[in-house]
């Protein structure tokens, strides 16, 4: 098996290939070989899971993968790429590559076509640049039993914080919503090259089986938390006249005062129990 980290083995046959790689695409070359192992680890991949992973790159993840999953499917966009994963993972039968954009596949259809009788999980060293899209796409997907991503530092620290803390926002309550987080450990820029220059972090995300808050409708909960954060440090009040017009101010303090909350409460204090009680009780207001 090459050692993808090793930037001496590496160097030549990217130039055999005239690979570069592309600032635009969020690509850096890990050179670390304990931090594709460690992730691989803690994602609690073993032969019963089919894993999902974005973004392969020159394959360091996928090759950890591919050593302990029953089968790994690699979603690739850069086409470039090809005579190189050729050559780094091509020795391993469990692995599919898909050229594509992950976000223009139906993940749930794809999850059950490839992974049929494994348990499904995802696994990704995610571009900063493209975070959001594709961590909200895998949760909204409602297939995988674990989500394990590395992404930037801060936004690994805003997926897992708690209400009233600065980190804490309406992506903090979307992936909670759907996932319990837990933060697993740093990856320092010195373990990429070119070095980025921030810190990196992994974080895992156990998909809940159940959610206990009795949603009525999961739109208006969404548009609920969206308006809940838009005006920080603002009375709840001021978020919930601008998300929902047709409530207004007068209305807006109603939906406050029927949920049993301070006429002062600011959006950010408040938790997903807290988010279900007033998004229902809009819910019903606006029938």
């Known amino acids: 098996m090459i050692n993808v980290c090793d930037i001496q083995v590496m160097k030549p046959l990217l130039a055999e290939h ?64 090809k005579p190189i994963l050729a050559q780094t993972v091509g020795e391993f039968e469990n692995l599919e590559i898909l050229w594509d954009d992950v976000l ?32 909200s796409a895998l949760l909204e997907a409602e297939c995988f039993d674990q989500v394990t991503v590395m992404v930037q530092k801060e936004v690994a620290q805003r997926i897992a914080a708690a209400p009233g803390t600065a980190d804490y926002s309406a992506f903090t309550v979307f992936c909670q919503y759907y996932a319990e987080p837990e933060l697993l450990f740093d990856v320092p820029a010195h373990c990429f090259l070119p070095q980025p220059k921030v810190t990196s972090a992994v974080i895992t995300l156990r998909v809940r089986k159940e959610r206990p808050w009795n949603v009525e409708d999961q739109n208006i909960f969404f548009r609920t938390v969206r308006a809940s954060f838009a005006m920080r440090r603002k009375k709840l009040s001021n978020g919930l006249a601008s998300g929902f017009p047709q409530l207004g101010k007068e209305g ?21 129990p807290e988010f279900a009680k007033l998004s229902n009780e809009i819910a019903k207001r606006l029938k």
């Not at 790994?72 to 966009?77: G, I, T």
């Not at 303090?253 to 204090?269: H, L, P, Q, S, Y």
């Open 104 to 135: 223009k596949l139906d993940i749930p259809a794809l999850v059950k076509e490839k992974f049929d009788g494994l348990r499904p999980a995802a696994c990704a060293n995610l571009p900063y640049y493209i975070t959001s899209p594709i961590l």
């Open 18 to 81: 005239g690979f570069h790689f592309s600032k635009a695409k969020g690509q850096n070359f890990l050179i670390a070989s304990w931090v594709p192992e460690q992730i691989a680890l803690d994602s609690g991949v073993d032969e019963n899971t089919g894993v999902l992973e974005i973004g392969p790159g020159i394959g360091p993840l996928t090759q950890q993968l591919c050593l302990r999953a029953g089968k790994v499917c690699a979603v690739e966009l850069d086409n470039r790429l």
């Open 252 to 272: 807006a303090a109603e939906v406050i005062a029927a949920c049993g909350f301070d006429e002062n409460v600011r959006g950010e204090t408040l938790g997903i």
